[in-house]
DNA sequence: TAAATAGTGTCTATGAGACATTATGTA
DNA sequence: TACATAATGTCTCATAGACACTATTTA
């Protein structure tokens, strides 16, 4: 036990050369028929006046007992000052942790990349440019174009390979919807993030079995339309 | 252009406090029949004397056309330094990021969790203590009796939920059995990772798809058993 | 020839994709 | 009533699970 302590104070960990570690955020909403990333516009160098994905340094603190923040707690964080919405409300989901040397031009940086699913009745809510910096919606699909700074281009990608792989076995679409939504609207969703439109029938087959899983109820009321008004429903609440 | 070189000597990211970065390598294999992870005991406090994942810290340069090492390459010269194993005969990938404050009880530490896959025929040319350190191969089921060291439970934890989900729809399996096998005993791989046995016929059925697919070749030679000797193959090499 | 295991075949249920058809509300 | 879109139904094909059966090699 002593020991310990004398092992504690000894420890020399902190004399090695350390990297900063920053969490971005690839936050993804509907706008418009498109699946879009909120993206800010870069103010400092490096990358100065391109595109920029979202984040922010890791709250880090210097005592064993007062480490500083969670990754996680910091992604809620980095979300709510860039978008004003309530954490508890969008989905966040680690997504993977980019850390090549060079990277960043100014020193080491490795950044733990998350991804946010902003219901698009909630995404006219974002204030564009939180702390007084111009971000916008951008059609994911224009974002290479764009030629984002560091490495963004590359963490994009991977969050749009990751919620293409969920998208049918888990309930994620559910957060690219508002709160109440017909089948038709759902489906449009599935086709705008895959790419490709989903059959109708197919797609009420799915969604049905969804239904007798539980996951969705039928909401009252019904869409103001032009013709045949299509029934609604909502997500049960609890998460995956 | 100016600018941006004395942007560059300004930036002041260094002055606030970092975290250290590790990376943890949830290395398996399969000895006995059984799904084996492989641990190191602990030398030092804390957790002095408890078993828990190998790892070590990213090399981090100072400089900013130096800022050392990949996350990548640390996974690999860890697995190397651990197993002396060639990083290029093992597959590895990166897990997920635990940096959960308080984690490591002397100071901020986020580690990269990376999970390797060992053929079985390679497990026993693991120098089991590389660096003097006591090391050995235990069976996945067994380790939450050991009580690990720090979160090392949950990142194992982590670590199987995502092989046994790989499993059937990439080719991981393939990395869990000698350069040659039969389809029993890849069969009894899966059956070993899942938990419960295969139905032989059903197997063999996925097997030939995998066959048809290219993904495996049949290899001379066969088996010397007891009774009637099953056919030989090999996996394709090129990776998924 | 017996034992053991490799290898084959079949029946059923489920889900995806393609596509035709019917139903219902609005203008 | 006409139009638009919601909603239903059908056919085919691929795959998974359960399980019965045949074939082949060794001792």
Known sequence: MNDEKAFL??????????????????????VDAQLRVLLVKRREHPFKGQWALPGGFVRVGESPIEQGEDLDDAARRELKE???LDPSRVYLEQLYTFGRAGRDPRLRVIT???YALVRPDLAPFVKAG??????????VAQVARLGLAFDH????????ERIRGKLDYTNIAFDLVPATFT????RHVHGIVLGKPMDPGNFR??????LEEGRLEQAPGKRITTSKPAAVYRFKRERD
């Not at 420890?11 to 909403?29: E, G, N, W």
């Not at 939180?130 to 059609?139: M, S, V």
């Open 9 to 30: 104070t000894s420890y020399r960990a902190k004399d090695y050369p350390r990297p900063s570690v920053t969490v971005d955020l690839v936050i993804l909403t509907i």
């Open 82 to 84: 860039e978008t004003g």
């Open 112 to 114: 733990v990349a998350y």
């Open 130 to 139: 939180g702390d007084a910096t111009e971000a916008d919606w951008f059609d």
């Open 153 to 160: 281009q590359e963490i994009v990608e991977k969050a749009l």
């Open 183 to 186: 089948i038709p609207e759902l």
């Open 205 to 210: 087959r799915s969604f049905n079995r969804w």
